[in-house]
């Protein structure tokens, strides 16, 4: 039977280089949850690290050019735009806007060979477009900030549901059991709180950790050192008594996450202080992240991007970084340019050189790097030359882990307002980021109350975008 077992794993794996689909059921152990897990199909990423711009930036002045919008200034909305808006479920898009459409302040520029239009606030990102994907038509359900976040991170308006980042990790493990399989990375935090990244119904093993850029990675990582030398056996004792426990009340999933969390906790102390500390990387990387720049929120959000590469190079599964360091983020209701402005500074020069780095390195190709936001913002202005929300049609970008360089999908309007042209959902994305990462999305599922919940939906709903993978 062993030398029967070990020839079907051969063939299962023969199988999956092939890359033809398996249907299997998810084995998780309790007491060791990240132990790597085998992809349903040849993955073509084994990683993510998810940058997430909250408060919605203004696709119209960063990647969707729209020069009928510039010629348009100051007018109201062509009858022909309006009236088709208003017979979908985005109708409330005009709702706290003026009439008066908005030009963008921002010049736009052809880049790379692919000739992509990209506007003056992301020179350095500019630089890679040959590399990424773009999506020009998303689309989200909410035109508020919490309920389209948390679309984006759990597939529902409604908050409680598992993120994605805990969803990968329950279906695939991490490659480094010293190190947590999911990590995210803040100063403020995402809109809506905790439940955009939570683990929801998952078992609680699939939550993240967040880690800080800066000291410590972990808080309290380290005992007193009064306390260091019994450490071990005092966590021995522990876990004995907890094990005691769990023989007396199996099944109970809070119990066995402490249990793993305490060996997590214990092997953390050497691994996450190496992942944090930066003093061994040279100088050039440095400058290249910009941790060398004298804004210290340039210089914060370097620390992260840098990090979440020394987290994947580890082997950490799901990164979530959150461009938040105060409390309106993007969210450009007045002023566009004083809000713009200095986030796109703080951000350009450290996610460039991330993708820059990734890719010196060969890490680019197994690392599906995602920059997206709950939704964009309104052609219309808003206040004192501010923009509105706009679920309705807006823009992220993908690079690296399977992702087809140059890929360019959907459209918006002649005025960037709704998708006209292939309008992508969120469960779309989420499907696509799956099959990069070699899991057949609809089979990924938790029972909860006698149903399957999937990250995806309602099965049949979802349609991942293969012409933007490899």
């Given at each position: ?9 051969a063939?299962?794996?023969s ?13 998780i ?74 030009a ?11 000739g ?15 590399d ?8 989200a ?7 389209a ?9 409604r ?40 683990n ?61 969390n ?16 930066f ?8 400058e290249l ?22 987290l994947v ?10 461009d ?41 190709d197994?690392t ?26 807006f823009?992220?970008?993908m ?9 360019r ?12 042209e ?6 779309d ?12 999305f609809?089979?990924?599922?938790y029972?909860?109350?006698g ?5 995806t ?14």
């Amino acid at each position: 039977m062993g030398f029967g077992l070990t020839a079907y794993e051969a063939m299962r794996r023969s199988t999956l280089i092939a890359g033809e689909p398996q249907k299997r059921i998810r084995a998780i152990d309790p007491l060791n949850p990240f132990a790597a897990r085998l992809p349903d199909f040849a993955p073509r990423a084994k990683s993510v690290i998810f940058l997430f711009m909250v408060g919605g930036p203004s696709q119209i002045d960063t990647f969707d050019y729209k020069p009928i919008l510039q010629s348009l200034d100051g007018k109201t909305v062509p009858d022909s735009i309006r009236k088709s808006v208003e017979e979908t479920r985005h109708a409330n898009v005009f709702h706290g806007c003026k009439e008066e459409l908005m030009a963008s302040p921002y010049k736009f520029a052809q880049y790379g060979q692919s000739g992509t239009w990209v506007s003056s606030l992301f020179p350095k990102m500019a630089e890679h477009v040959d590399d990424i994907a773009i999506i020009y038509s998303m689309q989200a359900d909410s035109n508020n900030h919490a309920p389209a976040s948390y679309q984006l991170h759990t597939g529902d308006v409604r908050g409680g549901k598992a993120s994605l980042g805990s969803w990968i990790t329950y279906g695939l493990g991490t490659e480094n059991t010293d190190l947590p399989g999911y990590v995210v990375l803040f100063d403020a935090g995402p809109l809506g709180g905790n439940a955009n990244y939570s683990n929801g119904f998952l078992p609680p093993a699939f939550q993240p950790t967040r880690l800080r850029d800066r000291g410590l990675p972990v808080l309290d990582l380290l005992p007193p050192e009064s306390l260091a030398n019994g450490q071990r056996q005092s966590i021995d004792l522990m876990q004995q008594l907890n094990q005691m426990h769990r023989v007396e009340h199996p099944g109970f999933s809070e119990l066995d996450a402490r249990i793993a969390n305490y060996e997590l906790a214990y092997r953390m102390q050497s691994a996450a202080l190496n992942v944090g500390n930066f003093e061994d990387e040279p100088k050039h990387i440095h400058e290249l992240y910009g941790l060398d720049e004298t804004d210290p929120r340039t210089q914060s959000f370097a620390r992260k991007c840098l990090l979440s590469r020394r987290l994947v190079e580890r082997g950490v599964r799901y990164v979530q970084l959150y461009d938040m360091p105060d409390k309106d983020g993007w969210d450009a209701h007045a002023k566009l340019t004083d809000n713009h402005d200095p986030r796109a500074r703080w951000t350009d020069k450290s996610v460039a050189g991330l993708l820059t780095d990734l890719k010196q390195r060969g890490l680019l190709d197994s690392t599906l790097v995602i920059w997206a936001s709950e939704f964009g913002r309104t052609p219309m202005m808003q206040g004192d030359m501010g923009r509105q929300h706009n679920a309705a049609g807006f823009t992220l970008w993908m690079a690296g882990g399977g992702v087809k360089p140059g890929t360019r999908i959907g459209a918006t309007d002649d005025i960037g307002l709704m998708a006209t042209e292939r309008p992508v959902q969120f469960r779309d994305l989420h499907a696509t980021i799956l099959t990069a990462l070699g899991i057949t999305f609809e089979e990924l599922s938790y029972e909860v109350n006698g149903r399957d919940e999937r990250v995806t939906g309602v099965a049949g709903t979802a349609k991942p975008l293969l012409d933007l993978l490899i």
